[in-house]
């Protein structure tokens, strides 16, 4: 009785409500077909909420009519029955864990039940696998595969073979997902699934470019009673697909396309025909066109929002790669992170790609304008005028005519009915207050407030960013590839810099050529390292070697592309290799490809040469001369290549200075100036000092030392109100006797300084806020390093950073001070007058950071910073949010 009844009142009508609420799912579900369709269908859930648009009720009779079995008909057969429908229950209410708890004691206590065993094991899997627990999953489905070969009954194998091949769809395994996908299809032959798996199964063959197979699957599909959207997709992918197989199909793919367009049951999927036509066209190299109909598949755009971020992301990178319009390029990427799903694959790069625009950008306009200048400089001398003149004279209308054509500019939206004055009736739109009301709200809600201008949709913005009036022509005058273009609006000016600019001599076409093999090889580098896209980064590569063979970057981007082919087309890779260890055999590239743990040796090595000088720094900081005297010239004999090897050099020098008269000194830094005529940071010191003893060497001969003893009242490397490196800090070279030469000191032996030399370019004035911070002009700035580390002692960073301030920006009178404050150590250059002027600083001294800091590279970080924004850092978290802003928006 407990067996009728178990199986007739409850297991019967238990299976009918959960293939009505799985027939509900299969009819709400929306499938996005750009994507592989999911094997399965399971409810969509937010935060662990499962949608509110299906009828949970059935789930919870389901729930107590098991319950019921399990407490009333405990001498039944059907209990293991009851479990798996508990399970299933809480998988459909989107209770994973709760079901993997159910399928999971079902499988272990009714082992003697194969095919209850199968099931259980099958669902457990699933609902691991909802909850993105792939590997648990995959344990799972091992010990499932273990008893296939026991299962009798063909049919129910297919929901297990189906879950098999999710999982190698998961682990992007497409040859085991086809086979299993095939297997699942020859035991469901009457399950409602096989349409859909077929599907799939052509989906899968199509990304493995076994076109043959996957129009045969297609084919299948279209003449099975699908549901319309499938099969209307699985058509559209048959033309598609018999234009990539050639032949007669090729020619008249477009008029199939378009043949589509007249048939009114098409009309909600109108924008994946143009969107499809726009991919033939841009496939064909006809961009002008594919624009077109990409626009075109935007406008038609009603509910498919998948379908319009991916004709908005390929709007946006024909502006940025075929037609270097970089401020349309800005708005669409910006629109295709606010309409494409995150779980997009690739949504990560696009919203990198989108925030970091301006780096790309301001290379990629490089580029262009030397190649512009350098093709009007092949030009006969008469020419070159006119063709000047053509190219600046659009510059006083450019910014007339983007204001005019504003609207297909953006190409967002088609612009219906804005002159027909027949709309201004009572059943406008706007003349409605509540439907205006409620639209304001939608709007608000989606995008935030945004101020009422042109290109409103841009949410990340850069404040260097340059103006339409720029991108149209294609022209700048900046030379750093970081700086914002100045905008100008005479004419004969922007003539005459063309003019100056032009690279008419050998000397100035190689200067303009490094300028672009620069660019190409930054954006390769950032492709590569911050956007993690290698592909993008070996085509600007392969870009860069075809252009110039020959350039100072070989080593580097031989090596790249060695690493980027490695595993996938291994002749290439193995050709770089050995371009690498033929060409570049001492090179730090080649040392590792021969012994791959040399960058760890390496690192391990320059920690070991920084705790070195730390610890010999702390002997003269003690007045240990003659130690430090000593200890140089052992560690010289044994390791003549360290990195460190000038300030070893220069600290001798100046101990010696601290022991010896006038001519020991001089004699020290000539050895320095023949040894190191390459370095940045203390050659030009050294020559500096030399040469203010030598303007002053009477005085200092008359010293039984050459350098007198430093006043230990006053404290070591904290900028005293005197503006000259007297003996009174701690530890200088040069100090003068008499307190009235001191200002001498500080002339520059430049005609200028490098400060002084900073291009007046003028920033954007849009003010960006976030938070407590703000883009707004100061005037004081700050270069500010960052050490995320509070227990290091700084005291031979900051000696190294006046090295290079007294070397290379004498008579300025820059300080550095140390502001601390939770694990983080600020050590801040200024006092700055502008932006520009801490930009060129920090473009100087970058470059020398390893060697001046002395710490290891991966915990500190530098930054501008103005002095509003400086006063509002008293915490960790408002440092890194500052870091971020800084990054976003300089």
Known sequence: MQNLTARYNYIYNAKVLLINHQQEITETYVDNYDQILPVYLGPETDNNEVSTSLNLKPMDDIIKKAQTIILEKSYSNYIDDAYILLGKANFFNGNYFNATEYFDYTAKTYKGNVNSQL??????????????????????????????????????????????????????????AISYLKDAIKAGTGTDNRIRWTYILAQLYERQKNYPDALINYRKVVKSNAPFEMYFNANLNQIKLRTLQGGPQKANKQDQLLRLLKDDKN???????????????????????????????????????????????????????????????????????????????????????????????????????????????????????????????????????????????????????RNNTAQLQSSFYFSNPAAVSIGFSDFKRKWGNRKLENNWRQSIRTSAQETSQEIANNINTSTEPDEAAPVVKDPQTLIKQYTDALPVTPEL??????????????????????????????????????????????????????????????????????????????????????????????????????????????????????????????????????????????????????????????????????????????????????????????????????????????????????????VAKAPEPVASQKPEQTAKVQEPVKAASPLQAAPDVPKATEVKVDGPFSTATSTVYYYVIDVSDASLTLSSSRFGIGQFNRGNYAGSGLKHQLKEFDNDQLIYVGNFSNFDEAKTYASGITPQLKQIMKVPVNIYTSFIISKENFEKLTSKALLDKYIEFYKNNY
């Open 119 to 176: 099931e259980a094991l099958n669902w457990k899997a699933r609902s691991l696998m909802q909850l993105k627990r792939i590997s648990e999953a995959n344990k799972v489905l091992d010990s499932l595969e273990s008893i296939l070969p026991d299962i009798k009954k063909k049919s129910n194998l297919a929901e297990p073979f189906a879950t098999l091949a999710q999982m190698c769809i998961y682990l992007d395994n497409n040859a085991a």
């Open 267 to 417: 009309l909600d999927y109108n924008d994946q025909v143009y969107f499809q036509i726009a991919e033939s066209h841009a496939a064909d190299e006809e961009y002008t066109e594919a624009l077109k109909y990409y626009q075109l598949s935007i406008q038609k755009s009603t509910t498919n929002q998948y379908q319009k971020g991916l004709s908005y992301l390929r709007i946006a990178d024909l502006n940025f790669k075929v037609f270097k319009d970089y401020l349309k390029a800005k708005s669409y990427y910006d629109s295709t992170v606010n309409t494409l799903p995150k779980n997009y694959p690739g949504y990560e790069l696009i919203l990198k790609k989108n925030q970091n625009l301006q780096y790309l950008t301001n290379r990629y306009q490089i580029i262009s304008v030397e190649d512009t200048l350098q093709s009007i400089a092949k030009l006969p001398e008469a020419d070159r005028a006119a063709k000047i003149q053509q190219l600046a004279t659009p510059v006083a209308t450019t910014q007339q005519s983007a204001n005019t054509n504003s609207a297909s500019t953006a190409g967002y939206q088609p612009n219906y009915g």
């Open 509 to 726: 076409l190689a200067k303009s050529n490094q300028k672009i093999i620069d660019a190409y090889y930054e954006i390769a580098s950032f492709y590569l390292q911050e956007l993690n896209s290698p592909k993008e980064a070996a085509e600007v590569y392969q870009l860069l070697l075809s252009r110039f063979p020959a350039n100072n970057h070989l080593a580097a981007t031989y090596y790249s592309l060695f690493l980027i082919n490695k595993g996938g087309d291994e002749a290439k890779s193995a050709d770089f290799k050995s371009r690498v260890l033929k060409d570049f055999p001492s090179s730090m590239y080649a040392k590792i490809i021969i012994d791959p743990s040399f960058s760890l040796k390496q690192s391990e090595l320059e920690t070991a040469t920084n705790k070195q000088y730390n610890d010999l720094f702390e002997q003269y900081l003690k007045k240990d001369f003659n130690t430090v005297i000593n200890r140089v010239n052992e560690i010289s004999k044994n390791n003549t290549s360290s990195f460190l090897a000038p300030q070893f050099a220069y600290l001798k020098a100046i101990a010696i200075g601290r022991t010896n008269n006038v001519d020991a000194l001089l004699t020290a830094f000539s050895s320095i100036t023949e040894q190191f005529p390459d370095d940045k940071l203390i050659t030009p010191l050294v020559k500096e000092n030399a040469a203010y003893i030598n303007d002053h060497l009477s005085d200092f001969q008359k010293r039984d030392t050459a350098l007198i003893d430093f006043d230990p009242n006053e404290p070591p490397f904290f900028g005293p109100a005197k503006s000259i490196p007297t």
